[in-house]
């Protein structure tokens, strides 16, 4: 592999910056200090293996230049150029917010930073580093070759057909173990469990311990239950015994009560043979006692019912007196529908009574028609017919009138054609008619004022109505302001036809007036108090044509009146009579005197009521009378048959007859004390019977209860209330002794059942199996991890021993020639460990030199040897890598630095080798060396 | 017997290694529902046990040692183990108990202190007890028996029984090692088969061996019976502790014993389901596999509950993936949540991967590289570990380095390499293919 170019855009002090086409043997990477060749080596390394993952880090190299923090790189597979070596690979990469990797292969194709790693060869950045990429702080030591990882890279790097970390499996693993164990107290899974299995061991034994005193639990168990029973039994004595005491106490109230009674009814006598048969009599004693007073009221009563029923006896026999003799008490008895019948007579009564008041109204209204003063003069002698008095007038008024209003017109006429001509005659010389032009322009004025108002008014605004008053006016104006110039045109041109015309006119007149005149019997030209005279005859015609019309209606109606009242009397007179032959039959058929008015027929009703009720009544006092009677009678027998038994048993018995109520109290008070006397006898019987039942039942059967029995006889009250207030602390005691061993027994019984039952030592058991089995497995795997990586280690040792050799030879000829041979080899470290650092060296006399006593730049030539050699060794199992080495001949002399440039000249023949100098002298040794090596020049910055 | 017509036919139910209320081993930590039932499970197969012998009517129940699975005895244990035989006592069945090297005589703690039920025979030590047995007033059974008096005992205790004149068959009951009959075994009280054939007896009801064995006797031949009933319950996943687990009802016909009839009474059973990850893709089809053995599983297993445990074989892309820190655990977590509301239960005790990396190691072997290397050092250390024991002792000691203090001390991981639970062979040879893969791996 050969870096064929690069390009910073930006890296540190460099900027802008690249070279193409770069030799694949020795470059001479020159310039002066500061111009940036420890830069231009972090950047190659960067582009291979990408930039430090924290900013702080010294490589880094944040650009201060300018330009974008990166770069590109480009390389060709094989150390050597080839034909066809322009296949290249192209690494860009560029930091900072826009973070850029392309990797790309020759053919373009994208490539991965793994990809990329197996080009070159499996190495990584800390072997690049350690080997490939020196300057002088490195070249001094030779720590960074020996670190686990670079060595395994370099010995080993290779195994089943990739190449893969032993050093990262054995990294692993131990990570692996120390997930399950750690030495010291700790969260690993093995450290856990063991804390576990102790706690659970320490349970186990408890439980342990616990199971082992189950006999002794045992034991003690049936010991309490022993001392229960013994507790139990002397509770149960003391228990006992006060109970005992108890019932002697109260028995002996029992036994007192009962020997009191048996004296009481020891002394017992049977009562005389009088109070004995009141006892057997005691109900019908009580009986009588309690019915004596309701036999005085029934007594009493009796007189009552008496005197009550002679009035009613007296009532009924006035009734039938007031009926007649055909009413007797059956027949009473039996009327029962009295009740219809005073139904019927009252109405009989109302309507004889409206009959009858009809027949007289309908008689007064025909006195009254036949009194009327119309008809005075007018009526028969009987008063039958009536005729009505004609009284024509002799001229016909309304005849006369007509002449009279046609005279009057005809004069009016004729005095207008009088006036005309007379007018006439004024115009054919100064004459004033009643028609003046003065008048006529006064007139014609006042209609023009007229019409003008009107319109004026008209026109304004004003209601509707007064608006049509208006214009009616107008027009009125209108008209009269035409006949004004009509009677103008008449007045100011009168014509000779119409003069001749007008004496025509007033001849006929006059002719007509005089025939009215004379049919009216007026003076041919009458006057105006002719005709006034003639209208006045006229007027009282008329008036007595009226008089006389008036007097004929009146006339007329008064006979109709009086027939109609006619009429209705004999309609009433008629409907009067057959109601009363309706009664008639009635009271016929009832057996009512044919005599007897609706009032006198209703009157006998009542009374026949009041005696069908009387009868009624008497029967109830009769039948109330009689069992009363029964009642007392009753008594009596009941009280004879008492007093009888009295009499019987020598008792006093007169009094019973004399005042019965006295004497049966006496009777009863007897009977009282004696039943009372036989009630306590009883009453001490049963508490005889009861004391005795309560003594059987309190004391019971056996020997127990005799021995009571006898204890109870000796009546020991006082002795047996003190024991047993003496034995109440000790009962106490006990109780609560037996109390507390019952719970204890139960603690205990309850302590043995768990322990018994209990699963718990299995539960431990299996869990301490189970933290047990978990831990061999962890142990297991431990055990299997770190064999695992024990073969490991032990393989990569055994590897790095069997190639290490061939490394340190061919480093060793290469100091060798170096240091001119004045040592010949190089020997690994004696021991397994330091190997890295303590490589020694054999000088030529045979003498074993440790590296660290070597002058400084024969340590650096001896370690720059070694790099050379390892990286040849890697070449061999896997890729030749590029060197990088700046300024590392600096601390050599001359003659060393010749040697030395002539070991990079024959490296760079197998690898690319990129020298990095700031001595004009070194470059021009070295180009002396190696004349064919290409030199890149670096400006200073 | 000297007319076998008139020997009344009956059965007795041989019982051995009862382990009463002894916890499981060799599996892990188990979810509460699962703990709860396999504590109870040597307890609930004793009551199966008892529950046979009544439903059977059977002559009487012979338990060859091993009551209990330890001197200090479980109290429950014993109080459990009284009341089911008072119960047989009850019913008129016998019980005769021998004890062996679990539960020994006089190192033994009795929690009993009352005397045992009427027709149970408890055998002492030293010397052989006979006792009769009798079936409906008929003289059926000599049983005879004894027990052993400490925990190692090494007497051939079967040359001490001897045939015993009388009617019925001849049983004896001893828990012993029958040489030769199975490995893994203490050999405790040995015998050989031909010891135990010449004494005479008809029936040789043994305990110690919990796989279930007839070393010797069939059906219709004269030679005497010669078995071990197995456990009562399974305690581990070892294989002799897988299948069913229970007792033998032995059936007597005519005065000898026709046949036997193996009876389950466990209550959770064992099991190991191998899986060739060489075909399986993915871990999805790897857990589906398992899914499927133990949906199986729990369908042959008549009913009982199953502890099983995955061993993976084989070689894949998926040895990566199993490699990876973390995958089997979720693999065991995702296979018990599969069946966590399983009844009976189905739990996954633990996933063994032996798979191996697709490297082919042979080929590997014949290179030159780093790879070839390892694969030829660990060929050397196998047989070297194989073979000297202080080559196992310096290899536990560097391999303890970084472990807590007690487990160093106690020098439990030599102990480990000295187990069979961890072979140096198997270490080694697992070593080699973590080392492989873990190198394999590196490059992904």
Known sequence: MRVTGFHIDGFGALADLGFDDLSPGLVIVSGPNEAGKSTLLDFLTTMLFGFPTRRDNPRFRAPVRGGRHGGQLTFSEGSRRTP???????????????????IRRPDGASASEEDLRRALGGADEALFRAVFAVD?????????????????????ASIVGQRRSAARAMSELQR???????????????????????????????????????????????????????????????????????????????????????????????????????????????????????????????????????????SILAAMGSLGSSWDRERIRTSGGWIGLMDDARRFRVSLGEREANWRTARALAEDADGAPELTGLLDSDGAGATIASCAPEVDPERQARLVSELRKNLAEQRLLMAEQQADQRRSGPSEGPLSASSVFSVALVAFAIVALSVVAALARSAPAVRVICIAMAVAGCALLAVTIAARRRLLDPTPAEKTVVATVSDRVVARVAELATALGLPNTPSDSDLETAAEAIDRARDLERSHDEDRRRTTA???????????????????????????????????????????????????????????????????????????????????????????????????????????????????????????????????????????????????????????????????????????????????????????????????????????????????????????????????????????????????????????????????????????????????????????????????????????????????????????????????????????????????????????????????????????????????????????????? | MDDPSRAPDFSFVHA??????????????????????????????????????????VAFLVVAGDVYDGPERGLRAQLRFRDGLARLSDAGISSFVVHGNHDPVETGWSALSGPWPELVTIFGTGTVKAVPVEVGGIPAATVQGVSFAQRGERQNLALRFAHRAGPGIQVGVLHCNVQGAASGYDDYSPCSLDDLRGIGLDYWALGHVHARMVLSGRSGSDEPWVVYPGNLQARSPKPSERGMKGAVVAHVHAGRVADLEPVGCDVVRFGLVEVDIGNIADLAELRARLVAASRDGLASSDGRSLVLRAQLVGQSELHLDLRRPGTLEDLLVALRGDFAEYQPFCWWDSIDDRSRPTVDIDAARAGSDFAADLIRLADQLGPILESDESAVEYLAAELSEGLPGTLRTRRVLEQLLKSPNLSPAELVDRALVLALGALEGDGH
């Open chain 1, 84 to 102: 066809g070596d322009d296949r290249q690979w192209r690494i860009e990469r560029y930091a900072g917010p826009h973070k850029l990797v392309s």
């Open chain 1, 136 to 156: 002088l702080t490195d070249l001094g030591s030779a720590e960074a070759v020996g670190r686990d990882d670079v060595r395994e890279l370099l010995f080993s």
């Open chain 1, 176 to 314: 692996q173990r120390l997930e399950l164990a750690r030495l010291r107290q700790g969260d690993a899974l093995a450290n856990r469990l063991l804390a576990d299995l102790e706690d659970v061991r320490r349970s186990l034994t408890e439980a342990s311990r616990e199971a082992a005193d189950y006999p002794a639990r045992h034991a003690e168990l049936l010991g309490l239950e022993a001392e229960v029973a013994r507790a139990r039994e002397q509770a149960e004595l003391n228990e006992r015994r006060t109970r005992d005491l108890e019932v002697l106490i109260r028995l002996w109230d029992v036994l007192e009560r009962k020997r009191t009674a048996e004296q009481h009814v020891a002394g017992w006598t049977e009562p005389g043979p009088l109070n004995a048969w009141l006892e057997t009599q005691a109900t019908e004693l009580q009986a009588l006692r309690s019915a004596c007073s309701g036999q005085l009221a029934h007594l009493s009563q009796l007189d009552d019912l008496s005197n009550q029923r002679r009035g009613i006896e007296q």
């Open chain 1, 558 to 941: 008064a006979l109709q009146r009086r027939k109609f009242a006619h009429e209705s009397l004999t309609m009433a007179l008629e409907d009067l009579e057959a109601e009363r032959d309706s009664f008639a039959a009635w009271k016929l058929v009832q057996g009512l005197g044919p005599a007897l008015s609706p009032d006198g027929v209703l009157e006998s009703l009542t009374t026949l009521q009041e005696a069908w009720k009387n009868l009624g009544a008497l029967d109830r006092v009769d039948a109330k009378i009689d069992q009363l009677r029964a009642e007392v009678s009753q008594f009596g027998a009941r009280l004879a048959r008492l007093s009888t038994g009295l009499r019987e048993r020598g008792g006093e018995a007169e009094s019973l007859e004399t005042d019965p109520a006295r004497a049966l109290d006496e009777l009863c008070g007897s009977l009282a004390e004696t039943v009372e006397v036989r009630a306590t006898r009883t009453s001490l019987l049963q508490a005889v019977d009861e004391a005795s039942a309560e003594l059987e039942r309190s004391f019971g059967l056996g020997p127990q209860a005799l021995r009571l029995r006898a204890e109870l006889e000796t009546g020991e009250v006082l002795a047996w209330t003190q024991e047993r207030a003496e034995l109440e602390p000790a009962r106490a005691d006990a109780r609560s002794r037996l109390e507390q061993l019952v719970r204890a027994h139960q603690d205990a019984s309850n302590e043995l059942r768990d322990i018994a039952g209990s699963a718990r030592m299995s539960e431990l058991e299996q869990a301490r199996l189970g933290l047990e089995q978990e831990l061999e497995e962890v142990l297991k795997s431990w055990a299997v991890l770190g064999c695992a990586r024990l073969l490991l280690e032990r393989t990569l040792k055994r590897h790095e021993q069997e190639h290490q050799p061939a490394v340190l030879a061919r480093a060793g000829d290469r100091f060798a020639k170096v240091t001119g041979g004045r040592y010949t080899r190089l020997l690994p470290s004696l021991g397994d460990e330091g190997a890295r650092e303590a490589i020694r060296v054999l000088s030529t006399v045979g003498a074993e030199i440790d590296a660290s006593s070597l002058s400084r730049g024969s340590v650096e030539q001896l370690y720059l040897c070694l790099r050379l050699g390892l990286a040849e060794t890697f070449a061999e199992r896997s890729e030749a890598l590029p060197l990088i080495l700046d300024d590392v001949l600096v601390n050599f002399d001359p003659g060393r630095a010749v040697s030395v440039a002539e070991a990079l000249a024959e490296t760079a023949e197998h690898h690319q080798v990129l020298f990095l100098t700031c001595h004009p002298h070194l470059e021009q040794l070295v180009r002396t060396v190696a004349p064919e090596a290409q030199v890149v020049r670096l400006e200073r910055i």
């Open chain 2, 16 to 57: 051995a290694d009862l382990h009463l209320d002894t916890p499981f081993k060799g599996i892990g930590s188990t979810a509460p529902h699962v703990a709860r039932q396999l504590r109870e499970a040597s307890l609930a197969a004793f009551d199966s046990l008892v529950e046979l012998c009544l439903e059977r009517r």
